[in-house]
């Protein structure tokens, strides 16, 4: 019924930059919070950013003022542009979302199925 479908990921230099975008299909009446987590080979899934429905972020300190997360309502779709990427940013970065499908009125938390980003030389 609703899915979020992430693309941009790749390999990258270090000190390089990489966009990655999400964007939310299906029949839903609203999309509330939205964000990106990451998770290393053996390691938990970590939260990056978070974004509001207003625009409000929030971001894990080890990416603060590399990265930017953005949203765009009219298009259902998150962004995360990461500047002077690092070999410890290699993860499977994952789209979050709540939202509230029109075939069940209740806020349920959705997840897309990965992207890798891989920072090496």
């Known amino acids: 019924q609703v899915q979020l479908v992430e693309s941009g990921g790749g390999l990258v230099q270090p000190g390089g930059s990489l966009r990655l975008s999400c964007a939310a299909s299906?029949?839903?009446?609203?999309?509330?919070?939205m964000g990106w987590y990451r998770q290393a080979p053996g390691k938990e899934r970590d939260l990056v950013a978070t974004?509001?429905?207003?625009?409000?972020?929030n971001y894990a300190d080890s990416v603060k003022g590399r990265f930017t997360i953005s949203r765009d309502n009219a298009k259902n779709t998150v962004s995360l542009q990461m500047n002077n990427l690092k070999p410890e940013d290699t993860a499977v970065y994952y789209c979050?979302?709540?939202?509230?499908?029109?075939?069940?009125?209740?806020?349920?938390?959705?997840w897309g199925k990965g992207t890798l980003v891989t920072v090496s030389s």
């Open positions: 974004i509001t429905s207003g625009g409000t972020t």
């Open positions: 979050n979302a709540h939202i509230i499908p029109s075939t069940f009125y209740y806020d349920m938390e959705f």
């Open positions: 299906g029949i839903f009446f609203r999309v509330n919070d």
